[in-house]
Structure formats: structure tokens, C-alpha cells
């Protein structure tokens, strides 16, 4: 944990260890060798292959899926929240090391070395990006390479997110080819192909061991001039892994050429098969190697992904209730401080959730803690806001009766103003767990588990199934839960009656 760190946030990270596939490590051994995988089917695949051969050696492992884009993955591996993952040369020069000097293919991993980082194995196969049409429409037009595009300016370009701010992505491909498009669509990778199928797009990029390529009959332009690198596929680890896991990763060593690549992306992509079923049978086939390949079962991954999701969002909640209250009673006894803390909750509120989560990864890695700490963050403001405003709302003739009685401040907020308030703060923790159930699938973006992970599979996988099993539980939830607070509330309004009646008295 850096220095710092505010200690609510300490408090999080000291609560839990409930990082998404972990472990938990008996006194004595050795914690579990960490694969990580991005957050696109070929990279889980090798995560799955990489993960099974180690424990076929009998090497505690855990693979943490879908775990981010290139920047989170690598900067986890620096920090040792990850121990290895597959990664691309093209990437790691052009976008990972870019500003390193002297970078190239023949140093490669001697400036890697410098970060700690070293390469295991490379398996094999070259994965480069390509752009892609409609054969129809590229043969109407007469379009065989990217340098034909220059004659069709109003074509529609649909391009995956990264790639538009990539180094060796958009901008430099325009530049190279000076190229006319302009205001090009960002969306997410496997989407661009339902996108170009209706006629939405009319290009999109590609990774060139896509199964869809040859699926949706897509033309895949030529890169005439030679822009893109090669895109080798290898295995990045750090220096420190255990020699026994590195040993068993460098048997992956040209294991994989890129036809088997497109038809292992075929079975998860196309015949919907479990990446660890792909895997399995890949091992079996290519090492002789036996691993488990049967998926996890819809109840069991409805348990966990419940129980994550709990954590989640009770863990936040409920400091965030310690905090929260205590800070919307200090605004209303000091109505000057008061404007300063709805101010500054207030502003905490519009941050997008999304970058408030990678916000949190430089403080506290990846997983559930940045995403707790994000949570509770959220949660602030309408308990904090209600708390403030329920304490105002209090009748003048009730709080004059209570200082007529004599009461100090302490108990007459304590006897009388917090329960007057009761039902407003009340509300506002309702808000904000409400906010946080929908909010919370968003950690399954940086390895926090929860609901989020169905639903970030199944838009991979284009399956409304596994979308639905992570959306319906969150709906079902956050319906529970407000109906739970509205029985509360009218429970403490038939409570409070008599509380009023007294001090009137």
C-alpha cells in the first residue's frame, strides 16, 4: 500500500483479500502462480492453456479472466498483482515500450528485463491487425488494399477502442496512409462484427486469427504498405516466477501455428465451447497433457458471482454508512464546513465509474479493493446529502421543546434529531445501494468478480444467455434490497410517531 492513502481506503484493503479466483494460502506454501488474460477470446484461450498446463505440473495456479486492455495488464505484471500473461511483440514496441529508447525486435528483451519482465515462451503464431469489409462491398468497389480506401472518404469506419488511441492504431495508420475518413466509431471488439453484418459500419479492424473473418466472408485488406508490425505472440512473466512454473511455460515454445490459433478462436467463438474445454483439448491433442476442461456449473457460478457481488457492495455500504453520517451531521452543525463536504461528495458523484475504478488501480492493484474503494466513494453522497437535509427538516417547535428541556446538543441529536431524520437517512442509504448493485458490474472490468463477469463474457461471446445471468440476478438484487428499505422505512415512520408526540409533551 502506498504512502498516502487516505484510511478509509487502508480499511478497505485491510478488510479484504477477496481477489477474484484467489486462493486462500495455508501457513507454509507457496501462494498460487497469477495468469491474467485480457478481455478478448484468444487471450483467454491462452490464459486457459497456460493455466491448465501448470497444474497438470502440479503448480498452484489461478487464471484471472477478462482482466483489462494492454495498459492494465502490464502495469499489473511491473507491480506483481499478475505473474504472467500473453501478450504481442507489435504491442509491447509500439505501445507497452514507446517511449523507451532503443526498443526494437533485436533488444527486446533486454529492455524488458529492466522492468523485471522477461519472456517465456513464444508460441507461435502471428496476430496482426487487418482492416475488414463486406466482400460484396469491397468487390463493388473495387477495394483490395488499405491505400484503395483514399477514393471512398464517406465510408463508415467502426474501429475497437483501443485501437483508436493505440500508438500503432488509427492515428498512425491515417497518417501513413493519409487516409480521408474521419470520426470513426469506437465500440467494443466483438460488437464491430454484428455492427459491419447490419450495415451499420462498412470497416472495421481485425485481429487476423479471428474465426469470424472467414464466418461473416469478410475481405480482409491488404497492408500495402507494410505498416503494421508483426504481432507475435509470446508469453511475458516476471523474473521473479517460480523456476518450476517458467520451466513448464517454456513448453509452450511454437506450440501454436496460426491455423490452429483461428480454429481454437472457432470452437469458443463460433461452436460456443468453454475456453477451458478449448484448452483442455488443445493440451491433450498438441502436449499429450491432461487437464479438467468441464465448464463450471450455472449454479455454481451463480453462488460465487452472489457472493462476490455481496461483498462488493456490503463491504463499501457499510463504511461508507460510518463515514457518511458522521459527515452529514458534522455539515449541519457546521453549516460553513457542511457546503465544502456536499461540494466535495458532490464532485466525487460525477466522476464516471469507470475511471474512478482506474483511478483506484495505482493506489490498490486490481481486483475487489479498487473496486470497493470506488463503491464507497459513490456511496457518500446521498447518504451524507440525506443525512444533512433530514437533520434541517426537523420541526422548529420539536427542536425549541427538546432545548427547552434542557438537552445538550450531543443528546438532543442523539434522542431527538437523528430519529426525526431517521426516515431520510434512510433513503439515502437506499440510494446509494441501489447505485452501488448496478455499479458494481463494472469491477468485473479490473478482476473484481461480481455479476459483472457473466455479463462481460457474454457481450465477448455474443451470448444473451450469459448476459441475462449476470443482469437478471443484479435487477433481482437491487429490487430486494429497495424493497427491503421500504419496509424499513415504514417501520421507523410508525416508530417515530410517538418519539414526536413525546417531545411535544
Known amino acids: 500500500m502506498k504512502p498516502g492513502v487516505p484510511w478509509c481506503v487502508r480499511a478497505l484493503a485491510a478488510t479484504l483479500s477477496l481477489n477474484c479466483g484467489s486462493s486462500i494460502v495455508a501457513a507454509g506454501e507457496e501462494p498460487p502462480v497469477v495468469i491474467s488474460s485480457k478481455v478478448f477470446t484468444e487471450s483467454v484461450i491462452l490464459g486457459e492453456i497456460m493455466t491448465g498446463l501448470l497444474e497438470a505440473q502440479g503448480i498452484p495456479v489461478t487464471h484471472r479472466r477478462e482482466l483489462g486492455g ?89 474501429l475497437s477502442n483501443e485501437f483508436l488511441s493505440r500508438v500503432d492504431g488509427w492515428p498512425g495508420l491515417r497518417a501513413a496512409y493519409r487516409l480521408p475518413q474521419d470520426a470513426p466509431r469506437g465500440m467494443q471488439h466483438d460488437l464491430a462484427y454484428r455492427a459491419l453484418e447490419s450495415e451499420a459500419v462498412d470497416i472495421i479492424d481485425l485481429y487476423s486469427t479471428d474465426a469470424e473473418i472467414e464466418y461473416y466472408g469478410l475481405r480482409r485488406l491488404e497492408d500495402d504498405l507494410g505498416y503494421f508490425p508483426r504481432y507475435d505472440a509470446v508469453i511475458l512473466y516476471r523474473l521473479d516466477l517460480r523456476s518450476d512454473a517458467v520451466a513448464a511455460l517454456q513448453r509452450l515454445d511454437g506450440v501454436l501455428d496460426e491455423d490452429t ?59 461508507a454508512i460510518l463515514l457518511a453520517i458522521p459527515l452529514g451531521i458534522l455539515a449541519y452543525l457546521r453549516p460553513r464546513l457542511g457546503e465544502f463536504v456536499l461540494g466535495a461528495t458532490g464532485i466525487i ?97 479490473i478482476g473484481a468478480g461480481g455479476y459483472g463477469e457473466p455479463i462481460l463474457t457474454g457481450i465477448r461471446l455474443d451470448d444473451i444467455g450469459l448476459i441475462l445471468e449476470g443482469a437478471i440476478p443484479a435487477a433481482v438484487l437491487a429490487l430486494l434490497v429497495q424493497g427491503a428499505f421500504e419496509l424499513a422505512e415504514r417501520r421507523w415512520a410508525h416508530w417515530g410517531d410517538p418519539v414526536v408526540h413525546h417531545v411535544n409533551a
Open 349 to 445: 458523484q460525477t466522476i464516471p465509474a469507470l475511471a474512478l475504478l482506474v483511478f483506484m488501480i495505482p493506489w490498490l492493484g486490481i481486483g475487489a479493493e479498487p473496486a470497493i474503494a470506488a463503491l464507497f466513494l459513490y456511496s457518500l453522497l446521498p447518504i451524507v446529502r440525506n443525512t444533512h437535509v433530514g437533520l434541517r427538516n426537523v420541526p422548529p417547535d420539536v427542536r425549541e421543546s427538546a432545548i427547552a428541556l434542557g438537552l445538550p446538543t450531543a443528546a438532543r441529536l442523539r434522542l431527538v434529531e437523528l430519529p426525526m431524520a431517521g426516515l431520510s437517512i434512510l433513503a439515502g442509504i437506499k440510494t446509494a445501494a441501489v447505485i452501488n448493485i448496478g455499479t458494481a458490474t463494472l469491477g468485473a472490468l
Open 261 to 319: 490459433m483461428v480454429r481454437l478462436n472457432a470452437e469458443a467463438r463460433i461452436e460456443r465451447r468453454p475456453e477451458r474445454a478449448v484448452a483442455a483439448g488443445f493440451l491433450r491433442e498438441r502436449l499429450a497433457t491432461e487437464v479438467h476442461g468441464g465448464a463450471e456449473s450455472r449454479w455454481r457460478r451463480f453462488v460465487d458471482r452472489s457472493l462476490e457481488h455481496l461483498a462488493l457492495v456490503g463491504l463499501s455500504l457499510g463504511v
Open 70 to 158: 494492454t495498459r492494465i495488464l502490464w502495469n499489473a505484471l511491473e507491480q506483481g498483482e499478475i505473474d504472467a500473461y500473453a501478450e504481442y511483440t507489435g504491442t509491447i514496441l509500439r505501445e507497452v515500450l514507446a517511449s523507451e529508447p532503443g526498443a526494437d525486435e533485436s533488444s527486446l528483451e533486454t529492455v524488458l528485463a529492466r522492468h523485471g519482465v522477461g519472456i517465456a515462451a513464444g508460441f507461435g503464431f502471428n496476430n496482426t491487425y487487418v482492416l475488414g469489409m463486406r466482400a460484396a462491398t469491397a468487390e463493388a468497389l473495387d477495394i483490395e488494399g488499405i491505400s484503395d480506401l483514399r477514393e471512398h472518404p464517406k465510408l463508415r469506419l467502426g
